[in-house]
């Protein structure tokens, strides 16, 4: 087999957030929603972070999202008005009118569908318990294409988990692009969120065999009918992939 023209490379920890253990007490693998989209989105691109540990450079939009996050958290729990001279602040108080007030922010939760070898988990943005759960997403201008649809949400991971976990009939994701914010809504119907985690269950059951079977993430299967390109710059593995690989250049920044 011909090998990667790119070493393999290990990316940095970091972490905004309380750190929490990546299992439960009892051993099992606590999987976070994100982990779950990409695997969906493509499975050999969730097997370059996990098994080989790549990670890339998010885009500026994606850091201005961490900030305004902390503008519309500190507002809700604390009162203070976002600073305004800053980006972040600025797109924080784009949402902070939309958001219902007595939303309980940043809450970590764990949902548990009984699998012996794992939980799923998260931070919850916002929540209105048994009303409604928020999520904030903060993008340039250039980014409207990437937005979720309400279609989407039916299926996207957490959105499913977080409802499950405030037992929430309703999924609200803003997408805050200066100087808007556009919500995207879905209800779900009865049965529904219980379909959904069982799907993703499936998924964290395959994810669990390649942790413990697959060691080249090129064996890994893949979709590239519909993942390579979408992920705006492309995907950012694709000079590691058997796919691409051969002299593919990469616009991406790769972690070490
Ligand atoms: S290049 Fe395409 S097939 Fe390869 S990991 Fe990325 S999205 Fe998947």
Request: negative net charge.
């Given at each position: 087999m ?12 970091v ?40 990670t890339?450079?998010?885009g ?114 803003h ?16 049965g ?13 059951l ?7 079977h697959?060691?080249d ?6 979709r590239?009918?519909?993942a390579?390109?979408s992920f ?10 058997r ?14």
């Amino acid at each position: 087999m011909t090998e990667p023209n790119v070493p393999y490379s290990r990316g940095p920890v970091v972490e905004s957030k309380p750190r929490h253990s990546s299992r439960t007490a009892d051993g099992r693998l606590k999987i976070a929603p994100t982990t779950l989209k990409v695997y969906e989105e493509c499975p050999r691109k969730w097997a370059f972070e996990k098994l080989a540990r790549l990670t890339y450079e998010r885009g500026t939009g994606q850091v201005d999202g961490k900030d305004a996050h902390s503008h519309v958290e500190a507002y809700l729990v604390d009162g203070v008005t976002p600073d305004e001279s800053t980006f972040a602040g600025r797109l924080a108080s784009v949402l902070i009118p939309h958001v219902p007030r007595d939303s309980v922010t940043e809450e970590y939760v764990i949902v548990d569908t009984g699998s012996p070898l794992w939980v799923f988990h998260g931070y919850v943005d916002g929540s209105v318990p048994y009303v409604e759960v928020w999520d904030a997403k903060f993008y340039a201008p250039t980014s409207v294409k990437w937005m979720v649809t309400a279609e989407s949400l039916r299926s996207d991971p957490q959105a499913v988990i977080y409802s499950v976990a405030k037992s929430a009939p309703r999924f609200v994701m803003h997408y805050v692009i200066k100087p808007k914010d556009r919500p995207v809504a879905h209800e779900w119907a009865p049965g529904e969120l219980d379909a959904q985690l069982d799907r993703l269950d499936d998924l964290a059951l395959q994810m669990l065999w390649h942790l413990v079977h697959t060691r080249d993430a090129n064996e890994v299967p893949h979709r590239s009918a519909t993942a390579c390109d979408s992920f705006g710059k492309g995907c950012p593995y694709a000079a590691h992939c058997r796919l691409h690989y051969y002299g593919a250049p990469t616009p991406w920044t790769l972690g070490r």
